[in-house]
């Protein structure tokens, strides 16, 4: 037995050995990549510095602009909508946003006195605490509908928000004390799996609106603008969605498509005389000219005032005749199956556009793509002819240098990539830098919050460091900033193309990994994100740290400040909101469980106290007319 010991000694140091020699590996091959990024960056350089002189003297045109107009933050009404309803399986024609309750006149006034009664019934804590728990103990409850429900009480509860600010302080310590107890508070906050958890994620959303309106507004737009012109300049795949310029390596156009850049003369009919100079492409389709003309044309004007790309009909003049320009129409190039989308250059167009709206007559312009696809079986492409069932078969039989052609080279596109990347830096980091920085103004809800977790973590005894990050990180960056940020609609009156959100996505990642304590090691098959940004995460991740650190130190924000705060928001805004169609939204969740609930109420003692499941069944049978045992 004795002679063992050694031996196992022996094993323990080999391992010991080989655990050393492969850490040291990874930090050499970490080096490396850095030290490779490091090359490529400075061999994209010069080119950035080029692409971002243009850039800022093009964006100088943008800030006047602005100056000029105004950022189009959205009202309080449509931002909250947006944020609290847009996501939901309705989009835009959800109630709570298109406010159109489906009531008979002659029952209006009973249904509205009803909700008025149900919305004081909400407005007694120990009836919504039992409400929401016995919905949270529903199989069938979805965290989707916790979602929506947590929306709904939102807006219900708005003209209170210091009553609607204690309830959610009460579900938040009944989850703290959750986690603490299974002895895992790191994951709280981690998703929206909870009623609670999107009530933090919209209290959040209204108290910073102000915030966003004067301070984090303007770095965020500029940012928004800056991506999507850089996109534009280059060309975009209108059926791919993949674009030249981008961070998003998925997004990435591969194929080297030769292009020109045309400076148009549009003249708007009904406009003036004067012609207006438009930048496009000689490989955009028509739809997308279109696009870019609205866009400077109604630079001046908020986005949902603009006409639609369908509505424009293009003429182009070179001479004595006019020829209407199209995405699809008999000139179109043919191959099979496949027909090709046309552009400037398909028409061979050099300057002259005329530009007009025609609103009620959709025939002369194509209406999408999409809809142009349902005249025949024909497949359409733009600049890059997608691989059909037919190629895709020959392909397989093709030879293999045929196939290595085919395959993305990633130093190439990542050099591409970095380019864009070091073009918009500083648009990035003035945004990080806006909501990073405690030495500017801190929104009192943020101060308020954190302070909270701090002192709950004090309470249960929680130490580590790495909890307390999580939790705040989770209940602001990644709860608000990153929303906001991957979705600019929610705040801005603007229009987000499909590949102008790729490379906010990318920016949203970053962000998110800045949030965390956790090292990233980088290899040959780390996302290209994480490569990209690696040289610029260690000051964002520090940003962080010193962000929580100096709230910490900051001047607490009492109960009664916090309070006074949110009446005001209430006073402000409460009006302009569907309370109504909230309340009638949130009947339907006690009619599904109405048996549920009553039980819950009639087995709690405060709840039996004030007869509150008396007075459920009062609205209910005024609602609609329940049977009850009244």
């Known amino acids: ?18 655990i050393s020699v492969y850490s040291q590996q990874a930090e050499r091959e970490y080096e490396k990549i850095k030290s490779q990024l490091e090359g490529l960056e400075e061999s994209v350089r010069d080119r950035c510095k080029k692409e971002f002189t243009d850039l800022m003297i093009e964006m100088e045109d943008q800030t006047n602009d602005i100056n000029e107009a105004g950022i189009p933050v959205l009202d309080y009404k449509t931002y909250t909508d947006r944020v609290f309803f847009l996501p939901s399986k309705d989009g835009e024609k959800d109630v709570m946003i298109t406010g159109k309750l489906d009531i008979p006149e002659a029952r209006r006034q009973t249904v509205e006195q009803a909700l008025n009664q149900f919305s004081n019934l909400l407005n007694s804590k120990s ?3 039992n409400f929401i728990h016995t919905l949270e103990n529903q199989r069938e409850f979805s965290a989707r509908a916790k979602v929506y429900f947590a929306s709904l009480l939102t807006v219900a509860l708005h003209g209170k928000l210091e009553y609607y600010t204690d309830i959610m302080r009460t579900l938040f310590l009944e989850l703290m004390e959750q986690y603490v107890v299974a002895k895992n508070p790191k994951l709280m906050l981690r998703r929206s799996e909870t009623v609670v958890e999107r009530m933090l994620s919209n209290w959040m959303s209204i108290c910073l609106y102000q915030y966003l309106k004067d301070n984090a507004g303007e770095p965020l737009y500029k940012l928004f603008k800056a991506i999507k012109h850089q996109v534009e300049k280059g060309p975009v795949d209108a059926v791919l969605k993949k674009a030249k310029y981008t961070l998003n390596d998925t997004g990435l156009l591969g194929d080297d498509v030769e292009y020109t850049q045309l400076t148009v003369n549009v003249y708007v009919q009904d406009g003036g005389t004067d012609s207006i100079p438009v930048k496009v492409l000689n490989c955009d389709t028509i739809s997308q000219v279109k696009e870019k003309i609205i866009d400077q044309v109604y630079r001046n004007l908020p986005c949902s005032q603009w006409p639609k790309a369908e509505s424009v ?3 182009w003049r070179p001479g004595s005749t006019a020829q209407i320009l199209s995405d699809l129409d008999l000139t179109s190039q043919r191959d099979g199956r496949w027909k090709r989308i046309n552009t400037l250059m398909h028409y061979n167009v050099r300057r002259y556009l005329t530009c007009t709206y025609v609103y009620d007559y959709f025939c002369v312009a194509v209406v999408g793509v999409g809809h142009a696809l349902l005249e025949d079986e024909n497949k359409v492409w733009h600049l890059v002819r997608p691989v059909d ?3 895709e078969g020959k392909s397989k039989r093709g030879s293999v240098k045929e196939k290595e052609r085919t395959k993305a080279i990633t130093e190439i596109y990542l050099t591409r990539l970095l380019s864009v990347k070091g073009t918009l830096q500083q648009f990035v980091d003035n945004f990080f830098h806006s909501v990073l ?28 460091e790495d909890t307390i990050h999580i939790w705040k990180t989770n209940s602001l960056p990644l709860r608000f900033w990153v929303n906001i940020l991957k979705n600019p609609h929610f705040i801005f009156d603007v229009h987000v193309h499909e590949v102008v959100d790729a490379s906010l996505s990318v920016i949203a990642q970053t962000f998110m990994d800045a949030c965390t304590r956790t090292e990233h090691k980088l290899s040959r098959d780390s996302p290209s994100n994480k490569l990209l940004y690696a040289k610029e995460i260690s000051n964002y991740k520090k940003m962080v740290e010193d962000y929580y650190k100096g709230i910490r130190q900051m001047v607490p924000v009492s109960d009664q400040d916090m309070n006074t705060h949110l009446a005001e928001i209430s006073r402000a805004h409460t009006d302009s909101l569907n309370t109504l169609v909230a309340l009638h939204q949130l009947y339907q969740y006690t009619n599904k469980y109405y048996d549920e609930i009553i039980n819950a109420l009639e087995e709690d003692p405060a709840a039996q106290k004030m007869q509150l499941a008396f007075r459920l069944q009062q609205i209910a049978a005024a609602l609609e007319n329940k049977v009850t045992d009244l």
């Open 1 to 18: 037995m004795a002679a063992k010991v050694p031996l196992v000694k022996e094993i323990a140091y080999s391992v010991y050995i080989s």
């Open 127 to 129: 009836f919504l605490i």
């Open 313 to 315: 009909v293009l003429e």
């Open 389 to 391: 069932e037919i190629d």
């Open 437 to 464: 920085n405690s030495n500017h103004v801190v929104p009192p809800a943020v101060k308020y919050f954190f302070d909270f977790l701090d002192e709950q973590a004090e309470k249960h005894d929680i130490k580590d």
